[in-house]
């Protein structure tokens, strides 16, 4: 079975905080993907990397940035945290093709 | 441009009843489509798929969705519900090709009463 695995399931930060979201995959997935997830709005892609080093702004990427380093991993990153960030955030990855696997979901507060 | 709507946020019903969930698309190329799961406090998993061939796709706990070209529509239907099918549904499309996003619908969130 595919496996994504997400750092943390929950996560309280402060406003301005520097805040590093982790995402591993093991099966060796070309593509990962990283969306937040909002009561009411479904869920919106804020980046995703199709190789290692490669990304792509999704719809909303304001205020995020990514990094892929290695093919298993690709960590979301907000700067500098504000409230408005406080969602849920869920991670997949994909190999060539459409069906994407996705994480337990890390739900962060901001405070 | 492809999107995805959801006609029912919430979709309340009781147990051994029927359901449809309702999705529509609207894409300018040929589309596969899916049907996504989400458990309380769980990430989403792939309930089915509609990728070629067959327009009825099934999943193994009895949902099924039917591609309807013409109404671009993927409804996604069981005859008789459990209380455990409670969950929210997303609908996703993706135009295929070198674009490897998913769009997703807002959700329909399932509760199956007793």
């Known amino acids: 079975d595919v496996k994504v695995t997400q750092s943390s399931r929950y996560l309280v930060k402060r406003t301005g905080e520097k805040v590093f979201l982790e995402c591993v995959q093991d099966?060796?997935?070309?593509?990962m993907f990283w969306y937040r997830q909002d009561p009411g709005l479904g869920l919106r892609l804020i980046y995703f990397?199709?190789?290692?080093?490669?990304?792509e702004k999704g719809d909303i990427p304001e205020g995020y940035s990514v990094s892929r380093e290695k093919k298993e991993r690709f960590s979301l990153i907000l700067e500098s945290a504000s409230t408005n960030q406080t969602s849920m955030y869920l991670c997949?990855?994909?190999?060539?093709?459409?069906?994407?696997?996705f994480g337990a979901g890390t739900r962060l507060s901001v405070l | 441009a492809q999107s995805v709507t959801q006609l029912d946020s919430q979709v309340p019903v009781f147990e051994e009843a029927p359901v449809e969930l309702r999705c529509n698309y609207s894409?300018?190329?040929?589309?596969?489509l899916f049907w996504y799961v989400q458990y309380p406090n769980q990430g989403l998993q792939l309930l089915l798929k509609?990728?070629?061939?067959?327009?009825l796709v099934e999943s193994i706990n009895g949902f099924e969705a039917e591609f309807n070209k013409s109404q671009t529509s993927f409804h996604l239907r069981k005859p008789s519900v459990h209380i455990s099918d409670t969950a929210e549904y997303f609908c996703?499309?993706?135009?295929?090709?070198?674009?490897?996003?998913?769009?997703f619908g807002k959700g329909t969130l399932l509760t199956v009463n007793p």
């Open positions: 997949a990855s994909s190999q060539q093709g459409s069906i994407q696997y």
């Open positions: 099966m060796d997935h070309e593509n």
């Open positions: 990397s199709y190789d290692v080093k490669m990304k």
């Open positions: 894409s300018s190329v040929s589309v596969y």
């Open positions: 509609y990728l070629s061939g067959s327009t």
């Open positions: 996703a499309v993706n135009s295929g090709g070198s674009n490897y996003k998913l769009t």
